[in-house]
């Protein structure tokens, strides 16, 4: 078994080969609504090739830790954004392409408040919450094709804290 993948906290830097990190950070671009609100604008590259943008709602169950990651999949004709509904953070797992194939995973944890979207082709571990609930808004592409797939590692991850 290889050794452990240990979670680290998510960084826009960090993160930026996969995905865009969401988050409130800093001052906010423009000020709206009379002044009462603060717009953090276009925070993350939505891509959805001959599809639409589409909205839906997930509530998935808490994982523990560690966490056996047995498979990563990705999305080849769209980006997936996913919001949490709550103020928990959750876990994020990547991985690089490898010709093709996933190479070795690494794992990030949100922090309150930050959401994540993964670019188009980036392989990834499936929606995992630490906390429950578990729920979601999930912004993907909406359309014909196949936008869809899975990677079952031969031997799992452990995904460790």
């Known amino acids: 078994m290889s050794a ?42 939505f891509e959805f090739g001959a599809g639409r943008a589409g909205l839906s709602l997930f509530d998935a169950v808490p994982r523990d830790l560690p966490y056996r990651l047995e498979l990563v999949e990705r999305h080849p004709l769209g980006s997936q954004a996913f919001i949490p509904m709550t ?6 797992i990547v991985a690089p392409d490898a010709g093709g194939v996933p190479g070795r995973p690494l794992a990030f944890r949100t922090g309150a408040g930050q959401a994540i979207n ?44």
């Open 87 to 92: 103020f928990q953070p959750f876990l994020v």
């Open 4 to 45: 452990p993948i240990r979670i680290r906290p998510i960084s826009a830097e960090a993160f930026a080969p996969f995905g865009d990190l969401i988050a409130t950070d800093g001052s906010p671009d423009v000020m709206i609504n009379q002044g009462l609100c603060g717009r953090y604008h276009d925070r993350a590259r």
């Open 118 to 161: 993964f670019h188009r082709g980036t392989w990834h571990g499936v929606l995992t919450p630490l906390q429950a609930p578990g729920l979601f808004a999930v912004v993907d592409r909406i359309g014909e094709g196949t936008n869809l797939e899975e990677h079952w590692f031969d031997e799992p991850h452990v995904i460790v804290a």
